[in-house]
């Protein structure tokens, strides 16, 4: 069974850091891009930041977190992370992993906005950022 967990949210004051971690289990994320998006109270989700799937070379990040958001990637640990700097209060929001399967992601990260590509998601972590 296809299975992403995500982790590492908390609580952290502005300007603070936190990196969240996507593992993935019963398949192997070698072959797969991974989408990052988050959902804020009151508001629709949306897309924070993709990598490309083999070696995660490539990324993309929504406006409101580049610069300040880091994706990489560890297939040897069939891992997935999210480094989130400068954090804001608007960043507070359940944050999600998706997985994206399909030689188009192989080397272009996924898109960020089209959420019917991605096959698998987790079910969230919570981050929060108030002083």
């Not at 989408?35 to 897309?47: N, S, Y």
């Not at 040897?76 to 960043?91: G, H």
């Not at 906005?113 to 972590?125: A, H, K, L, P, R």
Request: glycine share 12%; net charge negative; aromatic share 12%.
């Amino acid at each position: 069974q296809m299975q992403l967990v995500e982790s590492g949210g908390g609580s952290v004051q502005p300007g603070g850091s936190l990196r969240l971690s996507c593992i993935a289990s019963g398949f192997s994320l070698d072959h797969y891009a991974i989408g990052w998006f988050r959902r804020a109270p009151g508001k629709d989700r949306e897309g924070v930041s993709s990598i490309s799937a083999i070696t995660g070379g490539n990324t993309d990040y929504a406006n409101s977190v580049k610069g300040r958001f880091t994706a990489s990637r560890d297939n040897a640990k069939n891992t997935v992370y999210l480094q989130m700097n400068s954090l804001k209060p608007e960043d507070t929001a359940v944050y999600f992993c998706a997985a994206a399967y399909g030689s188009s992601w192989y080397w272009e990260p996924p898109s960020i906005v089209d959420e019917s590509i991605y096959d698998c998601w987790g079910q969230g972590t919570q981050v929060t950022v108030s002083s």
